[in-house]
């Protein structure tokens, strides 16, 4: 009957959008407590658009455009896709890149007309005042900001918008009402990842932000050794380790391939919902074979 059981259980995910890499999956979900929750791409759509653009007095807004947007031409990453696309509306065509680096978690680096080009978290010091304030109130707000240099020198800071999934509230008020903890683990900045934490319902406590990309399977295993069971949700974009490590990876459908290998479950449409269901289910599933 056991077997039987579990196979139900699967069929029945596979209606509900959830692939079950295989039926022992289902037992893991048995003392899940925690879950993490990826901001970018999970809570957000991650799809992001370009907003301001402040400059330092003697710069051109177009000129830091161009050459932020000829960079970030190079990344996969939704901040820089938000910045390559946004370059290219309001400049045209954006210059060619000698060199590129990409730097995890961080940003990105390279070459761009002679210049060594910095965009992203990856700013050493202070910036000018002006620019301090201008980042600082758009993460209150929610933005993301990142700083651009040029050999060096701080140019400007350019902010991108999230836009909060609309099923991301309720997907955490169902979760809370499985008995879990919803916990928000980000990259991004403090003040940003306070800001979706409140949208969605998830407690200032719980919000893990500024983080590594290899920092987070760490975050992952430190709530394990406080005796805490973990599913962690996410899209796969610097997250696939996390999603390995936690006792359930839960990967977003719409995310990358190293989210679907790393996980035990895929949401298929991306919605954050139905990780409630997914769990809710294997539950059910669970009791009506013991
Ligand atoms: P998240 O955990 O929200 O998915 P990441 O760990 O991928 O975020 O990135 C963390 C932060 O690093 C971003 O919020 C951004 O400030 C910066 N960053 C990462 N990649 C880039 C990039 N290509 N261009 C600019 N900034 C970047
Ligand atoms: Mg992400």
Redesign the pocket.
């Known amino acids: 009957a056991t077997p039987t059981a579990l196979m139900v259980g699967t069929g029945r995910g596979a209606q509900l959008g959830i692939l079950i890499k295989g039926p022992e999956v289902l037992e893991s979900t048995r003392r899940v407590d925690t879950v993490v929750l ?4 999970t809570v957000t759509t991650g799809r992001m658009t370009l907003r301001e653009v402040y400059v330092v007095a003697d710069t051109d807004e177009k000129e830091l455009l161009r050459l932020a947007g000829a960079l ?1 031409h190079a ?1 996969e ?1 939704p ?2 896709r938000a910045i390559a696309a946004g370059a290219q509306e309001r400049t045209g065509a954006l210059p060619p890149v000698e060199h590129f680096e990409n730097v995890p ?4 680096r390279g070459r761009v007309e002679g210049h060594d080009v910095q ?3 990856l700013h050493e010091g202070e910036l000018p005042e002006a620019l301090a304030r201008a980042k600082a109130e758009a993460q209150t707000e929610g933005r ?1 900001a ?1 700083v651009v240099t040029r050999d060096g020198v701080a140019l400007g800071v350019v902010t991108v918008a999230d836009a909060i999934k609309e099923t991301s509230a309720e997907a955490v008020r169902a979760l809370r009402g499985l008995g879990l903890t919803p916990v928000l683990l ?4 403090r003040a940003v990842a306070r800001s979706v934490a409140r949208a969605v319902g998830i407690d200032p406590g719980d919000v893990v932000a500024e983080v590594l ?1 290899e920092e987070k399977v760490a975050v992952v295993k430190r709530l394990q050794s406080e005796g805490r069971t973990v599913a962690m949700v996410g899209d796969g ?2 997250d696939a380790a996390a999603l390995a490590t936690a006792d359930l990876g839960l990967a977003m459908g719409t995310g990358t391939d190293a989210a679907i290998e790393a996980s035990d479950l895929t949401l298929v449409r991306g919605d954050l919902r139905v990780a409630a269901d997914a769990i809710r289910l294997s539950r059910k599933t669970l009791s009506a074979i013991k």
């Open positions: 990826d901001k970018t791409g970030e990344s990453h901040v820089a978690g961080l940003g990105v965009v992203g978290r993301t990142v980000t990259g991004d900045n990309p974009v610097n």
